[in-house]
């Protein structure tokens, strides 16, 4: 007497797809590179979405649910931490070049009294509306200068590389961030404190001012 066999389980190609479309998304979002995971990372994930649906249609919910969730909410996440990445490698590789440059000729320096340049005076919030303005413009007047800037305390943290990091209020949203500091300077620290800062600028990251080698003053 002939049995019949059991049918063999059917496999999900676009379920299985959805996974391979996740996986190389968060990849684009985490490689610190300007616009990967916008221009790139972005339309994977929604392709990722897609097949996650497709995957659901033809075996049911089980075969797409766990795709979908994490292309909706795993994603963003995924998403900030790769920003996070992205400027902290900036801002640890960003030096002005005049800081690589020689001195043309020493012995003529030596000989010369250079006269110390006075820190340019300014606020957080008129640092922040400055760079908003025009980029470029304030690259002139701050980038690679000492400031002296004045703001009130918003948020006391650490970088990628556990480094102190200190934000100063800028306006509703809007922040001014302060680096360098010591440790025992920014534990001493609180938030609404208002303080002034001895910084270098160091242009704009995502949209924000950015400083280093900062001493409170």
Do not use: H
């Not at 020493?106 to 957080?124: F, R």
């Not at 413009?137 to 990091?165: F, N, S």
């Amino acid at each position: 007497m002939n049995t019949a066999a059991a049918p063999l389980p059917s496999s999900n190609p676009a379920g299985i797809a959805a996974w391979l479309m996740l996986g190389i998304a968060w990849l684009c979002f985490l490689i610190p590179f300007p616009g990967l995971g916008l221009f790139l990372g972005w339309p994977l994930n929604l392709v990722a979405f897609i097949l996650a649906i497709v995957a659901m249609a033809k075996g049911g919910a089980g075969k797409g649910i766990a795709q979908l969730l994490l292309s909706l909410v795993a994603s963003p996440v995924v998403y900030l931490v790769g920003v996070v990445v992205f400027a902290g490698t900036v801002s640890a590789i960003s030096q002005p070049a005049l800081d690589a440059k020689a001195p043309a000729d020493k012995g003529s320096q030596q000989d010369m009294a250079i006269a110390p340049v006075a820190p340019v005076e300014i606020t957080a919030r008129q640092l922040y509306r400055d760079y908003e303005a025009n980029e470029v413009a304030a690259d002139v007047l701050y980038k690679g200068k000492r400031l002296l800037i004045t703001g009130e305390v918003a948020t006391i943290q650490t970088d990628l590389m556990d480094e102190p990091q200190v934000l100063l209020k800028a306006g509703s949203f809007e922040q001014v961030m302060i680096s360098g500091l010591s440790r025992e300077a920014a534990g001493a620290l609180g938030k609404g404190e208002a303080v002034t800062a001895a910084c270098t600028g160091n242009g704009m990251i995502l949209g924000s001012p950015v400083t280093r080698d900062c001493e409170l003053q």
